[in-house]
Nanobody
């Protein structure tokens, strides 16, 4: 059974930083693109960072590439998201996603709440 467990969310003041973690189990981690999404209240879920299965190539939407850093540790089956210079508009539930490199499977964590106060 595949499990993705996020941690590291919480209440942070604007301008601060956070490091989210996602621990994966029940899958061959190196075969998966690992992604971070977020969903703010009343908005659609959106991708904020991606790390490919192969060379760990990273991708960020243009709007986030200066503040978001994704990294993965294949030995620990873990992926991380560092968020710098947090803004109130970063308030959302952040989800870890594992997408198989051939598109066979797609798994989600339960999410971790990030709240940024102004």
């Amino acid at each position: 059974q595949v499990q993705l467990v996020e941690s590291g969310g919480g209440l942070v003041q604007a301008g601060g930083s956070l490091r989210l973690s996602c621990a994966a189990s029940g899958l061959t981690f190196s075969n998966y693109n690992m992604n971070w999404y977020r969903q703010a209240p009343g908005k659609e879920r959106e991708i904020v960072a991606s790390s490919t299965w192969s060379a760990g190539t990273t991708y960020y939407p243009d709007s986030e590439k200066d503040r978001f850093t994704i990294s993965r540790d294949n030995a620990k089956n873990a992926v991380y998201l560092q968020i710098a210079s947090l803004k109130p508009e970063d308030t959302a539930i952040y989800y870890c996603n594992a997408a198989h490199r051939f598109g066979w499977e797609n798994h989600w964590g339960q999410g971790t709440q990030v709240t940024v106060s102004s």
